[in-house]
């Protein structure tokens, strides 16, 4: 049965889905806007809140469980290339520009300067 997801952060944007479907592969078929880089649950760009039918979700992924954590989980947070909808949500996400940078990596030590054979 066709059920609906509406792309919160997206102005709202409604979409209609045909059957089970991946809300991050819908995403992008629909133009609904869920930032993302992998696709495969490493990156953790495609965190998402799923603010209304949670229920209509299926079972979260250990791939989630690197980037939430059980208390991201209670409050409605998955990884949208890693979640299956199959009934009525509405997900919102924090756009890519308001998120904190990264952290940067460890620069690597120098090599030892001022000394030769
Ligand atoms: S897009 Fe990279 S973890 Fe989902």
Redesign the pocket.
Known sequence: MPFSITFITNDGKVVSVPEKANL?RTSIREKGGIP???????????KCKIEKGLENTDPIKDRERN?LTEADFAAGHR????TFVHGDIAVSWVPLALRPPLKPRPASVPPPSGESG
């Not at 993302?36 to 490493?42: E, L, N, P, V």
Request: hydrophobic share 35%; charged share 5%.
């Open positions: 991050l993302f880089k992998c696709g495969a649950g490493i990156c953790g760009t495609c980037h990884m949208a290339c890693q």
